[in-house]
């Protein structure tokens, strides 16, 4: 009787340690599920791509603060065409019927806005 007490002691030993390895393998799969799952969005690159859009953006941002002051002028430039074209076309409506000296004005005025 002793004896199977003492091999049953020992079965309930061994019992309890196999228990405690499964309950550690089972941590450490659950730790390697998790990782796999933190690898696998690393792979499909969300990360990345969002810091890689964030940087175009930034830059794409940047590009036109710079050329925002150019794109003004020019705008700024085609309302003063527009406005010379507009008085352009007065002065010939109120020349009419003098197209010689129509045209000698433009060219004065020409030459006097490339200067």
């Known amino acids: 009787m002793k ?7 020992k079965i309930e030993v061994r019992y309890d340690k ?3 390895d499964v309950a550690e393998k089972i941590r450490e799969v659950k730790a390697l599920e998790k990782r796999i799952k933190e ?9 990345t ?13 940047q590009s036109i603060t710079d050329h925002w002051q150019s794109i003004e ?3 700024e430039k085609m309302e003063l065409i527009g406005l010379a074209q507009f ?10 019927n003098m197209p010689e000296q129509a045209n000698r004005m433009i060219q004065f005025l020409n030459t006097h806005t490339t200067e």
Do not use: C, P
């Open 3 to 9: 004896e199977v007490k003492e091999n049953l002691a």
């Open 18 to 20: 196999s228990k405690m």
């Open 49 to 61: 791509l969002a810091e890689v859009k964030k940087i175009l953006w930034a830059k794409i941002s």
């Open 87 to 96: 008085e352009t076309q007065k002065a010939r409506a109120s020349l009419g």
């Open 73 to 75: 002028t020019i705008h």
């Open 39 to 47: 690898l696998e969005k690393e792979l499909t690159l969300d990360k």
